[in-house]
């Protein structure tokens, strides 16, 4: 199986103008198979709604620690955002064109964005890119940036890596 690589950030994607002054920004690719969907919603949700057991278990675990300074949960994110319009695992959905789909949330000690974007790759092939915008507010969203940043390194990869299977079937 192909497996996703670090790329640079899409220059083509909604969230340049907060590429500036970003406290994280990076980006992942992974070559779809032949035959995966064209619809870049479908590949987000196989992307992130679709998690392993570790991530949901990493999830959990950041969920109990922020609680503990009053950092929203992932499931209150989803359940605020869901009553305002669609999300994405519990990710608000901000934006969505053919090739592009943005989702994010702001809070107190950071803001995030996530662009999934389907593009064509140099062997006349297609791939799905995540790219990651995250700002910081305080010193709390930049201790829990330097916590999480190792952790997302890996599950990012491991999400696109678990939509390309998905494509497969």
């Not at 920004?25 to 998690?51: C, H, Y």
């Not at 057991?53 to 605020?80: C, E, F, N, P, Q």
């Amino acid at each position: 199986m192909t497996k996703a690589r670090a790329v640079p950030m899409p220059s083509n994607s909604v969230l340049t103008p907060l590429y500036a002054g970003a406290d994280l920004l990076d980006a992942f690719a992974i070559r779809l198979p032949a035959g995966a969907s064209d619809d870049v919603e479908v590949l987000a949700r196989a992307a992130l709604e679709r998690q392993a057991w570790w991530i949901r278990a990493l999830t959990r675990v950041r969920d109990i620690v922020m609680a503990t300074v009053g950092v929203k949960s992932s499931r209150a994110v989803g359940l605020a955002a869901a009553a305002r319009g669609p999300v994405i695992g519990f990710f608000p959905v901000l934006s969505k064109s053919a090739t592009e789909l943005v989702v994010g949330a702001d809070d107190r000690h950071l803001d995030f964005r996530v662009t999934i974007q389907l593009r064509p790759d140099a062997a006349n092939g297609r791939e799905l890119v995540a790219g990651t915008v995250v700002h910081c507010h305080n010193r709390l969203g930049r201790i829990y940036l330097t916590t999480i940043v190792p952790f997302h390194r890996v599950i990012v990869p491991a999400s696109l890596e678990q939509a390309a299977r998905a494509m497969k079937s």
